[in-house]
């Protein structure tokens, strides 16, 4: 008898499938060789490369050189186009193509040979850790990846790292010899000193490798907010569904762990659900969330994704510290004459400088490679890999900034702290009080506290204040455990604007106790040890003037000994 081979008998099972028939048996032994020669046909004659995740997530990287995911779309028409391109062509349905799915899904998972490698997935830009080089997939037909390093700046047809985009991702432009940056500022309607954070956040999304800022645009109308959302995604991830609305939690997972970057426009309170924000913080810094497959049984998925984020909404919807701390706020100002074009008359323009400006970013991205460990990340506080790519930017010859990055970093947390207090009427109340009361410090029982702040016994001199007041006042919760918890999330945005909010024991006695920064530091006590009379490079760093206005110098040995724990945390940060 002539020898039959895989491919041949894997016809003949496909023609079986359809059939319904089985030759005869359709039992499950049957179907399951059904599956095994399907499987062989698509490893021997087309030759798939299988692979997973660190998070439990099987891959095939087909002909193409696409890496689609096992059980998507793209590998379920992949197995149609397998099933198709048989003589006789025969079309599968979707039950054998899951149980097909879900066959090599098992094998690629549970094999403990090193068949199926893991690897790590990127989407749109990825990283390759053997030379800190930056990969971008800047097109699916065909495949074209950039590859940007500290010496050149290259496109390749191949790519060491595996780097995915979704079907709705639009191409970037080519490599050209020259770019120009700079040329972006004809079409960002954004104060001047508010430029090296947008420029930045461009760069960022590119180099960052541990955390992405979030970038919150908060405008009002005729200010180009969307027009500016459209522009990033330009620059960064060119996608078709360019101006998202989150609907929930889950969804927004799923999104955030096939596409670069996220963005939630028009936000309103309603949009904002309770873990909303832990899942923006979530996203920020790849923090895994696990989530059950269906509500009626117990598998679960586990997504861990990290995403530069844009947050847009007329009016601040979110309270969270946590958010905020991660984020940069740009204002928009009214729209001037020289940006009120026709909508279809501005995007002709930036078209014609779009590649020129995309190779620009592509300049200042191999400048941060180069020249990103030489900068120091002295006093940064959150997001340090964010802001260092910014001060890395303050030598780029390409971008030219009326200020440094520091100082519109410094102006930007500012704005973020009044943003904070506003979104806290408590914070609010407690700072109305501390000045009430000369910054003389406040320390108080939990109860007495709700009883303080329900009574009318202070007063202020100050026209609008009092009807202020009263009105923050109707926001105070009932009982002290709730207002534990909004003590608790003002510490941050009162300590930023000067004030300690802490809470303690005493004598089994507890007390919130809210006091002056300035109010709250001990003079310190002359010593006898003088062997250093300063502190080291790596001890003195910027501090407010109120820690700094001693008449005795700082002794680094005896900070424990002259300094309550406050004061000495504030030094060292």
């Known amino acids: 008898a002539p020898t039959i081979t895989p491919e041949e008998r894997a016809v003949d099972s496909l023609i079986d499938m359809v059939n319904g028939s089985g030759n005869g048996n359709?039992?499950?032994?049957?179907?399951?060789?059904?599956?095994?020669?399907?499987?062989?046909?698509?490893?021997?004659?087309?030759?798939?490369?299988f692979?997973?995740?660190?998070?439990?997530?099987?891959?095939?990287?087909?002909?193409?050189?696409?890496?689609?995911?096992?059980?998507?779309?793209?590998?379920?028409?992949?197995?149609?186009?397998?099933?198709?391109?048989?003589?006789?062509?025969?079309?599968?349905?979707?039950?054998?193509?899951?149980?097909?799915?879900?066959?090599?899904?098992?094998?690629?998972?549970?094999?403990?040979?090193?068949?199926?490698?893991?690897?790590?997935?990127?989407?749109?830009?990825?990283?390759d850790p053997t030379d800190n080089s930056v990969w971008i997939l800047a097109d699916l037909n065909p495949i074209r990846y950039i590859h940007v390093t500290t010496g050149a700046i290259t496109e390749e047809s191949t790519c060491p790292i595996k780097i995915i985009?979704?079907?709705?991702?639009?191409?970037?432009?080519?490599?050209?010899?020259?770019?120009?940056?700079?040329?972006?500022?004809k079409y960002l309607n954004v104060e001047k000193n508010q430029r090296p954070l947008v420029h930045n956040f461009?760069?960022?999304?590119?180099?960052?490798?541990?955390?992405?800022?979030?970038?919150?645009?908060?405008?009002?109308?005729?200010?180009?907010?969307?027009?500016?959302?459209?522009?990033l995604y330009k620059l960064i991830d060119p996608n078709i569904n360019d101006i998202g609305q989150p609907t929930d939690i889950w969804s927004n997972m799923v999104n955030a762990n096939s596409t670069h970057l996220l963005n939630y426009d028009n936000m309103e309170k309603e949009n904002m659900e309770k873990d909303f924000p832990s899942m923006m913080s979530k996203i920020a810094t790849e923090t895994s969330f696990k989530k059950?497959?269906?509500?009626?049984?117990?598998?679960?998925?586990?997504f861990k994704t990290k995403n530069p984020q844009i947050y847009a909404s007329i009016y601040q919807v979110i309270s969270a510290v946590d958010v905020h701390s991660r984020s940069i706020v740009i204002n928009p100002p009214t729209l001037k004459d020289s940006f009120n074009k026709l909508n279809q008359e501005f995007w002709d323009a930036f078209e014609v400088d779009y590649s020129t400006i995309f190779n620009g970013i592509l300049s200042a991205i191999q400048h941060v490679l180069t020249h990103r460990d030489s900068v120091s990340t002295?006093?940064?506080?959150?997001?340090?890999?964010?802001?260092?790519?910014?001060?890395?930017?303050?030598?780029?010859?390409?971008?030219?900034?009326?200020?440094?990055?520091?100082?519109?970093?410094?102006?930007?947390?500012?704005?973020?702290?009044?943003?904070?207090?506003?979104?806290?009427?408590?914070?609010?109340?407690?700072?109305?009080?501390?000045?009430?009361?000369?910054?003389?410090?406040?320390?108080?029982?939990?109860?007495?506290?709700?009883?303080?702040?329900?009574?009318?016994?202070?007063?202020?001199?100050?026209?609008?204040?009092?009807?202020?007041?009263?009105?923050?006042?109707?926001?105070?919760?009932?009982?002290?455990?709730?207002?534990?918890?909004?003590?608790?999330?003002?510490?941050?945005?009162?300590?930023?604007?000067?004030?300690?909010l802490e809470k303690g024991?005493?004598?089994?006695?507890?007390?919130?106790?809210?006091?002056?920064?300035?109010e709250s530091v001990t003079p310190v006590t002359p010593v006898t040890d003088?062997?250093?009379?300063?502190?080291?490079?790596?001890?003195?760093?910027?501090?407010?003037?109120?820690?700094?206005?001693?008449?005795?110098?700082?002794?680094?040995?005896?900070?424990?000994?002259?300094?309550?724990?406050?004061?000495k945390k504030e030094i060292h940060e």
């Open 202 to 231: 461009i760069v960022e999304s590119y180099c960052a490798r541990n955390e992405f800022s979030i970038f919150q645009l908060l405008a009002q109308h005729n200010t180009g907010k969307t027009t500016l959302i459209k522009l």
């Open 505 to 518: 024991r005493d004598n089994k006695r507890r007390f919130w106790k809210l006091s002056s920064i300035k």
């Open 26 to 49: 359709n039992s499950r032994g049957n179907q399951q060789e059904q599956r095994d020669l399907l499987i062989a046909t698509i490893e021997l004659q087309i030759g798939l490369n």
């Open 51 to 127: 692979f997973k995740t660190d998070n439990k997530t099987a891959y095939a990287t087909l002909p193409s050189g696409i890496h689609a995911e096992i059980g998507s779309d793209d590998f379920d028409k992949y197995i149609l186009s397998v099933a198709y391109g048989f003589e006789p062509r025969y079309f599968i349905g979707q039950q054998a193509i899951d149980s097909i799915s879900q066959y090599i899904e098992y094998n690629v998972l549970t094999s403990t040979e090193p068949v199926y490698p893991t690897h790590q997935i990127f989407k749109r830009v990825g990283h």
């Open 165 to 185: 985009l979704n079907e709705s991702s639009l191409p970037l432009p080519t490599v050209a010899p020259k770019g120009n940056f700079e040329l972006i500022n």
């Open 530 to 567: 003088t062997r250093e009379t300063t502190p080291s490079d790596s001890d003195a760093c910027d501090t407010s003037d109120a820690l700094m206005n001693t008449q005795t110098p700082l002794i680094r040995n005896d900070f424990s000994k002259t300094f309550p724990e406050i004061a």
């Open 292 to 302: 059950r497959k269906l509500h009626s049984n117990k598998k679960m998925v586990s």
């Open 378 to 500: 002295k006093n940064l506080e959150r997001m340090t890999e964010a802001h260092h790519i910014g001060r890395t930017l303050d030598s780029f010859e390409g971008l030219t900034w009326d200020i440094s990055y520091d100082e519109a970093l410094a102006e930007n947390k500012q704005i973020i702290n009044e943003s904070i207090i506003d979104s806290h009427p408590m914070a609010q109340l407690l700072i109305i009080l501390m000045e009430e009361n000369n910054n003389v410090t406040i320390n108080k029982t939990p109860t007495e506290w709700l009883e303080f702040l329900h009574s009318n016994k202070y007063s202020s001199n100050t026209p609008g204040v009092e009807s202020e007041k009263q009105i923050i006042q109707q926001t105070i919760p009932k009982n002290s455990k709730a207002m534990a918890t909004q003590f608790t999330n003002v510490v941050t945005p009162l300590r930023n604007q000067g004030y300690i």
